[in-house]
């Protein structure tokens, strides 16, 4: 059986993540998303339990994908799915130097640990969880970047926080 993680801090899930998602679950038998902590973000929106509640909300018609949190490495989690690869988008070339290094680090915590990149869609190319933070702030319309299903939870949150 070939499995997947995508993992990532979500913070909210966006439709270019959903995009990687739905792609990759074409390609493998099973997908296990990860809401993990990224040690650089230090004020999220949205708690872990919060984020895996709102993808499983997004990702609930798909059959072969579920959803799990882990506040560990990434490449010990992994084991745990053996075996299994790493699924990463790349938006731009930008993001490739990080995640070369990303994937060499993991693979030298497990050398099992395989990361397999898929090129993000152009149209969501500029898209980032920030950058819905910020529009959501200033009320803009989320519904292009947004999976509909948490438009609302993601404004509701911003207005809380203030
Ligand atoms: N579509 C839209 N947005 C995308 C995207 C896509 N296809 N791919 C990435 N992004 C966005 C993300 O939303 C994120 O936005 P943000 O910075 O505004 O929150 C940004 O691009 C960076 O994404 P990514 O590099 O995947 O970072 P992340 O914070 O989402 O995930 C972890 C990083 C959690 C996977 C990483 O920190 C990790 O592995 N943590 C566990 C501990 C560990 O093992 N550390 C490594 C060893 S030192």
Redesign the pocket.
């Known amino acids: 059986m070939k499995t997947a993680i995508y ?5 909210p899930i ?4 959903l ?2 998602i739905e792609r990759a679950a074409k390609i493998f038998d099973v997908v296990v998303v990860c809401v ?6 230090k004020n999220p929106l949205f708690s872990l339990e919060e984020r895996l509640h709102l993808i499983n909300k997004v990702v609930g018609e798909l059959p072969n994908v579920r959803v799990e949190t ?1 506040s ?6 992994a084991k745990r799915h053996e075996p299994a690869v790493i699924v ?2 790349l ?1 731009a070339v930008s ?1 490739f130097e ?2 070369f290094q ?1 994937a060499l ?2 693979r030298k ?1 497990n050398p099992n640990l395989d990361t397999f990149f898929l090129t ?1 869609s152009e149209q ?1 190319t500029y ?5 819905v ?1 910020e529009l959501a702030r200033y009320g803009a319309d989320l519904s292009g970047l947004l999976p509909e299903q948490i438009v609302d939870d993601v404004l509701e949150k911003t207005r809380n926080r203030g």
Do not use: C, Q, W
């Not at 966006?14 to 993540?17: E, F, Y």
């Not at 993990?36 to 973000?41: A, Q, R």
């Not at 560990?72 to 989690?77: C, I, K, P, S, W």
């Open positions: 993992p990532g801090s979500f913070d966006t439709k270019g993540h995009n990687i993990m902590v990224n040690s650089d973000k882990f560990g490495l990434l490449a010990e989690y990463k988008g938006r993001d990080s995640e990303m680090i993991n915590i993000a969501y898209l980032s969880s920030s950058v933070k």
